[in-house]
């Protein structure tokens, strides 16, 4: 499988796009998810949530359980849990909630490992480290 490159794209701007050239969280992310298949890595990426105008759909999402800032990533590494919170290598902020979860990931035990990753580069080193140790 191939690594993706990047190539800025010209997405609609708005007021809440930057207007550099630094990849899209989800692009790396795409980028990520082709490496580890590549490594033959056990992963999914978490759906925290789901756009949609729909308030039946976000009230669902809600009473089925979905809550905000669990990581973008969750892989099995030798026997470690870890989650990579995807950002961009720009202009990415962790949440509040995020920086919850990651706390309380950490927290958990020594086999369970949280992250942020400020784009790709930064994810593979993570993930690289974890299947050299």
Do not use: C
């Amino acid at each position: 499988m191939k690594i993706l490159k990047y190539k800025p794209i010209n997405r609609r701007q708005n007021n809440n796009s930057p207007t550099n050239n630094t990849p899209y969280e989800d692009f790396d992310q795409t980028r990520i998810a082709s490496y580890l298949e590549e490594k033959k890595l056990k992963f999914t990426s978490i759906p925290n949530s789901t756009y949609t105008k729909s308030r039946w759909q976000k009230r669902k999402n809600t009473e089925t359980g979905l809550r905000p800032g669990l990581p973008d990533l969750l892989i099995i590494i030798k026997n470690k849990l870890i989650f990579i919170e995807m950002k961009r290598e720009k202009g990415g902020v962790v949440s509040d909630s995020q920086k919850a979860w990651i706390e309380a990931l950490n927290d958990i035990s020594v086999d369970i490992k949280a992250h942020v990753a400020k784009g790709f580069e930064e994810a593979k080193k993570i993930i690289d480290y974890y299947i050299e140790i």
